[in-house]
Nanobody, 123 residues
């Protein structure tokens, strides 16, 4: 049973930075595909960033150049460093994991393991 637990969310002023984390517990291949998604009230969930098994990354256009996804395989921990935050970035950020995922995973609904999310509010 795979469990994903996010942390590090909070409130920050526009232009500020925040780093959120996701720890993966339970069985998972050694280097799964993992990603960050976000969902704001009244909006659909959207992909933010994906990191593949080989370390390659993919970002949503809205966060490119501001957000960085990284993974510490030894700690089974996924990170998202968010800089230059804007009010439009306010959402619940969810961690997702899958043994393998496609080249369009950031736009698809192919992840089966999800965390509960951590709230990020930018004012």
């Amino acid at each position: 049973h795979v469990q994903l637990v996010e942390s590090g969310g909070g409130s920050v002023q526009a232009g500020g930075s925040l780093k959120i984390s996701c720890v993966a517990f339970g069985y998972m291949k050694s280097r799964p595909c993992m990603g960050w998604f976000r969902q704001a009230p009244g909006k659909e969930r959207e992909g933010v960033a994906i990191i593949y098994s080989d370390g390659m990354t993919n970002y949503a256009e809205t966060v490119k150049g501001r957000f960085t996804i990284a993974k510490d395989n030894a700690k089974n921990t996924l990170y998202l460093q968010m800089n230059g935050l804007m009010p439009g970035d306010s959402a619940k950020y969810l961690c997702a994991a899958e043994p393998e995922c496609s080249a369009v995973a950031i736009h698809s609904d192919e992840f089966t393991h999800w965390g509960q999310g951590t709230q990020v509010t930018v004012s």
